[in-house]
T-cell receptor, first 116, second 111 residues
Framework: DAGVTQSPTHLIKTRGQQVTLRCSPKSGHDTVSWYQQALGQGPQFIFQYYEEEERQRGNFPDRFSGHQFPNYSSELNVNALLLGDSALYLC???????????????FGPGTRLTVL | RKEVEQDPGPFNVPEGATVAFNCTYSNSASQSFFWYRQDCRKEPKLLMSVYSSGNEDGRFTAQLNRASQYISLLIRDSKLSDSATYLCVVPFRGSQGNLIFGKGTKLSVKP
């Protein structure tokens, strides 16, 4: 049973470019959350997708957008990259319970993005 | 008060020692809490979930004090392999979707 997978593992971009990161959730999970982790900091919530819709969003600008596909996999898109977008981008999957929200989240290995 | 605040660390302890990490949170509506472990340049991995007053799993014990909005993680008989950063996690405004992470406390267990 594969856990959460992410691609690519590393990426180098220049300022102003656009990037797409991909995530496949753990088998049986239907909810995908994305986090940004800067060096020396804890992960910060970007947004969460369930039933192909953005359910919750953290304090990130509109340059950050996402998508969830019918097979529950997800993409994170970042436009007009800034130097400050350099970070580890983590995807976490979980199962959503209508009576209590999503279950514990399990993280993928992350994509390390460097913006030059 | 910050949403989730942890001991800054680092904690340097000898093998076999008992070490405790503390975490305070500001959102009193939170019903569940988590401790994640993160190794250097790796993803966070769920260590323990805390839904009531506490939880115990082998050498690890998590305790929750709702009145003081305080969570602790106790590690007994530390092993070299326990060396990692420990992240205290609280769901935002009681929801399970948006997890608020502390900055983490680094533990280094020495022989």
């Amino acid at each position: 049973d594969a856990g959460v997978t992410q691609s690519p593992t590393h990426l180098i971009k220049t300022r102003g470019q656009q990037v797409t990161l991909r995530c496949s959730p753990k088998s049986g999970h239907d909810t995908v959350s994305w986090y940004q982790q800067a060096l020396g900091q804890g992960p910060q919530f970007i947004f969460q997708y369930y039933e192909e819709e953005e359910r919750q969003r953290g304090n990130f600008p509109d340059r950050f957008s996402g998508h969830q596909f019918p097979n529950y996999s997800s993409e994170l898109n970042v436009n007009a990259l800034l130097l400050g977008d350099s970070a580890l981008y983590l995807c976490a999957s979980s199962f959503f319970h209508w009576d209590r929200g999503s279950d514990e989240q399990f993280f993928g290995p992350g994509t390390r993005l460097t913006v030059l | 008060r910050k949403e989730v605040e942890q001991d800054p660390g680092p904690f340097n302890v000898p093998e076999g020692a008992t070490v405790a990490f503390n975490c305070t949170y500001s959102n009193s509506a939170s019903q569940s809490f988590f401790w994640y472990r993160q190794d250097c340049r790796k993803e966070p991995k769920l260590l323990m979930s805390v839904y009531s007053s506490g939880n115990e799993d082998g050498r690890f014990t998590a305790q929750l004090n709702r009145a003081s909005q305080y969570i602790s993680l106790l590690i007994r008989d530390s092993k070299l392999s326990d060396s990692a950063t420990y992240l205290c996690v609280v769901p935002f405004r009681g929801s399970q979707g948006n997890l608020i992470f502390g900055k983490g406390t680094k533990l280094s267990v020495k022989p």
